[in-house]
């Protein structure tokens, strides 16, 4: 593994960015971050309502890019595009990595209930998508209970993280039946502390998992 290896992190909305840089600080210091932010995917995404094939040759064109500015891995911290990932995943040679598949394979390493909370509603139809078949590949048998937290991602697009951590927190402490919490946008990461003072279950957060596996597949 390189000393500081150059791992390029894509985002869709500019309130990724905290929570990723804060996870890379905190378990692989020694890598050189470079963000890249293009804030019209998310509403281009809305505007189209699915994820067209124009969406998805942004995302090979962005692979490219970052490959050329010399990136070891990309981590797209934009939850709602995994096939578009995918296909830049196939067109590039170097390590390319959804935001959430390191959170999938905790999540469906046993069987069990999985509350899958988001305050992007777009994100919801691919992700329980690709957690069914990270299950099915496993062997697992999971249930997905999604929840949309509405009011979450205005309040901090509002630069309000308080009352952001605090509907995620209140969201937590509801969920009573599940075996595991997953916060679904890197966005939502801290308010993994607050949620936590509300819920004994545990709660996974998909930068802490992306940085565990991106620090893997370098090593």
Sequence with gaps: ????????????AAVSIPP???????????????NLLEDALMTDLAADGKLTDAMIGRFVHIGQYCVKAGADAIL???????????ECGRQISIP??????????????KSG??????????SLPSMLTEIAAFAKAKGTDIKVEPHLIDGALDALLKNQPDEH??????????QKS???????????????AVAAKYTAKPILTTPDS???KLKTLLA
């Design 165 to 174: 951590n605090r509907l995620i927190a209140e969201a937590a402490a509801k």
């Design 178 to 192: 599940c075996d595991i919490i997953a916060l679904a946008q890197f966005s939502m990461a801290p308010a993994k």
């Design 20 to 34: 990723v840089v804060a996870s890379f600080q905190l378990n692989w210091p020694e890598a050189q971050v470079v």
């Design 113 to 122: 209930t999985i509350s899958l909370l988001a305050t992007f509603q777009p």
């Design 210 to 212: 992306a940085v565990a």
């Design 1 to 12: 593994m390189k000393t500081k290896p150059k791992i390029y992190l894509v985002h869709a």
């Design 76 to 86: 797209f911290c934009c939850s709602a595009f995994g096939p578009a990932v995918e």
């Design 96 to 109: 390319v990595l959804k935001p959430n598949e390191a959170m999938y394979e905790q999540l469906v390493a």
